[in-house]
C-alpha cells in the first residue's frame, strides 16, 4: 500500500519508471529516499465500455514493507505537508494523530458575493454553510488540490480513510463524516462509476465529490459557456454513465483543450441530472445516465500525469 512512486533505486542507480523494462531482470528495487523494499505494476489495458484506456505503471511497497520516519513516501510526511501551511485555517484541523478536512462547495464570484451582502442586511440572520469563506477560495482550493493529489497517487481510499477524516456542513442535518468511499470515484476501479450513480440516485447528496477519469472532449458548446466530457463508463451492456463539467473560464479552456485522453480528477458539486435513450445507427438502444457538475475555478482540476509525484 503507500504512495505509488514513479523512480526507484537499483543497484544503486536512480531508475525511471518509464525506463523500466518488463524484458530486463534487475536487481533488488529500493525506496529512492529510503531502503524499504519496492516492486513493479506493470500498466494494463481497462476497458470503459465505450473506449480501451491504458492504466498507467507505478513502483509500489512490497507486501510487509513501509518507509522509514521521515521519507518522502510516507502518507504521513505528505499529509503534514499539505497541513502545514493552513494550520491556522478552519478547513483542516489536527486531531491528535488524524487530521479532520472540511468540505466546502465552490459559488461563483458573483453569487458568494450576494449571499453575503444579502446575510449582512437587516432582518437577516446570517446562515451557517459550508461554502467557502469570502477571499479564503485560493487557499482553500490550493489545499484540496493538493488532498486530490494524494488520493491519486496512494492504491485505494482505504490509505487514508484512517488518517483523514472528511466533514460536511449541512444546515438542515448539522456536520457529519463523508466517507471516503463516497468522496472519490475513479473510472479505473471496477465499478466506482456505478456506486457513484447508485449514491447520488438513492438520496439527496450536497458535500462537493472528486471523480477521476479520463478526458473525452474539452467544447464550447455555447459563446462563453464551456464543458468538460469525461470518457463514459460502461453500467452493463446497453447502459452507460456520462459524465460533463461545465464551466464559463476561458482560461481553463485554453488550458484543457488539447488535453483529450489526458486523465483528470474534478473537485465538485455533482447530481444525476437526466437519464437519456439513444438509439446507435446499427438501432441498437443505449440509456445514457448523465452526470453533472460546475466548476468555478481551475484548482478544482487536477491533472494527472506519469510524473506526478507528492
Known sequence: MGIKMNQVRCNGQA???SEFDTNKVYGNLKCCYCNANVSFVDSYIRDLGEKKVTVQKYFRLKRGQEHEQGCQYTVDGAILNIYTPCANEEWMIKQ???????????LPDTIETENQNVSNEPGHRKRQHDYIPNGKKKTYLSTMNQIMKLRALVESNSDLENKISLQYYDWRRGPYIVLWKNFYFDSENENDYSRLLRYLTNGKVYHPICVAGYL?????????????????????????????????SHQIYVQLKHKDSCKIVIYA??????????????KKKFIFYNITGDIHDMRQLLLLSNDLTV
Not at 491528535?96 to 465552490?106: I, N, P, T
Not at 458539486?269 to 446499427?282: C, G, M, N, S, T
Open 96 to 106: 491528535g494523530d488524524k487530521f479532520l478536512v472540511r468540505l466546502r462547495s465552490v
Open 216 to 248: 473525452k472532449a474539452v467544447s464550447e458548446y455555447k459563446p462563453e459557456k464551456f464543458s468538460i466530457k469525461l470518457e463514459n463508463v460502461a453500467e452493463d451492456e446497453n447502459k452507460r454513465i456520462a459524465i460533463t463539467v461545465y464551466f464559463e
Open 269 to 282: 458539486d455533482f447530481k444525476l441530472y437526466q437519464e437519456r435513450e439513444w438509439i446507435a445507427p446499427d
Open 15 to 17: 531508475l525511471k519508471i
